[in-house]
């Protein structure tokens, strides 16, 4: 069993900062990816943010067009674990938002594994 804990949601003015972390625990191999997807009312669930466990000593990462330039994230790889700073938030940012972490659970098995998701609402 891999378990999959977020933090940090909330409700926040226009233009305001968020940190949201996450963090995986349990039988976990090995780490290809964990990333940050948002899903808001009536629309498809979409990928925010990823780090790529294997490049280097932080991760490749990787970003939607809509937060590029306003949201960072980042992973602490000792504790299998990744934060998402956002700043300059907009209205449109407002969705539910999970943590999602993949890749193997044993040599041979996979693992793909969601958090329970944490609210980000932004509004004046």
């Known amino acids: 069993q891999v378990q999959v804990v977020e933090s940090g949601g909330g409700l926040v003015q226009p233009g305001g900062s968020l940190r949201l972390s996450c963090a995986a625990s349990?039988?976990?191999?090995?780490?290809?990816?964990m990333a940050w997807f948002r899903q808001a009312p009536g629309k498809d669930r979409e990928l925010v943010a990823r780090?790529?466990?294997?490049?280097?000593?932080?991760?490749?990462?990787d970003y939607a067009d809509s937060v590029k330039g306003r949201f960072t994230i980042s992973r602490d790889g000792a504790k299998n674990s990744v934060t998402l700073q956002m700043n300059g938030l907009k209205p449109e940012d407002t969705a539910v938002y999970y943590c999602?972490?993949?890749?193997?659970?044993?040599?041979?098995?996979?693992?793909?594994?969601w958090g329970q998701g944490t609210q980000v609402t932004v509004s004046s």
């Open positions: 780090v790529l466990w294997s490049v280097g000593s932080t991760g490749s990462t």
């Open positions: 999602n972490i993949r890749g193997y659970r044993t040599r041979f098995e996979t693992l793909d594994s």
């Open positions: 349990g039988s976990i191999f090995s780490i290809v990816h």
